[in-house]
Structures are given as structure tokens and as C-alpha cells.
């Protein structure tokens, strides 16, 4: 099953989520390695060259990010570690529809018309013209 980079990000962010809920409560500790290995597997499966442009410097810093939260998991105080993972959980949800990147179709002469936002399109096909 081929999943988006938009959903790949948002199941990414649910688990980061239900992850520092666990870590916080100190509840379900077995499910929290589960769930940050399904979140590393998401993460490693996301071509860079297929994420918007404007999405990559999110991308590149929670990667950066994730790294951390994984090599600090069993080090540092829960509270802390917690709030960082629900803070990224929430950048990402946030964030999740720029993941997309933009199709680009050939309109016939030089120019790339993107297939992104369907008004922005619109305007440039009309510009276009």
C-alpha cells in the first residue's frame, strides 16, 4: 500500500502524540518503542525530493528532532521529553498538507503550470493565456 507523505507525516504526529501521553503517565511504556519505531519507518520512507519545498525545512528539523527524542527516550526527564514530542506531534499535524509536493503538468510551451491549490492554478492558467 503506497501512503501519502501527508499521511505518512499525520501518522507520525498521532503517534508522537499517544507516544508523550504514554511517556507523561508513565503508562503503556512496552507501546511507546512500538509506536516510535512505526514513526522512524514513516519517516525513513519519505523521499525528501517528493515534499514540497516548502515543507523541507520542517522536515529536516524534526528529522534532526526525532533523532533526539530517540537517543534521549531513556535518559532525561519524562516531562521534558513528553512536551517536546507533543510539541513536534502538533507542528506536524499543522503541517501536514504542505508535505504534498506539487505536480507539475506540461501546458504545451516552456513554462510548468503547478497542480497544487486549484485557485492558484487558476490564476495561473489565466495569467498564462
Not at 511517556?23 to 507501546?31: E, G
Amino acid at each position: 500500500m503506497d501512503i501519502s507523505n501527508r499521511d505518512k507525516i499525520l501518522n507520525i504526529s498521532v503517534n508522537l502524540a499517544r507516544v508523550s501521553d504514554w511517556v507523561f503517565s508513565q503508562r503503556k511504556q512496552s507501546r511507546v518503542d512500538q509506536f516510535l519505531k512505526e514513526s522512524e519507518e514513516y519517516l525513513l520512507s519519505i523521499n525528501e525530493k517528493t515534499v514540497s519545498i516548502p515543507f523541507r525545512p520542517t522536515l529536516s528539523r524534526f528529522k534532526k528532532e526525532f533523532k533526539k527524542l530517540l537517543q534521549e527516550r531513556n535518559n532525561i526527564d519524562t516531562y521534558d521529553w513528553a512536551e517536546r514530542a507533543l510539541t513536534w506531534a502538533n507542528i506536524l499535524q499543522h503541517r501536514a498538507k504542505l508535505a504534498e509536493s506539487f505536480q507539475v503538468r506540461d501546458c504545451g510551451c516552456s513554462c510548468k503550470l503547478g497542480d497544487g491549490d486549484s485557485k492558484k492554478v487558476k490564476k495561473e492558467e489565466e495569467d498564462h493565456e
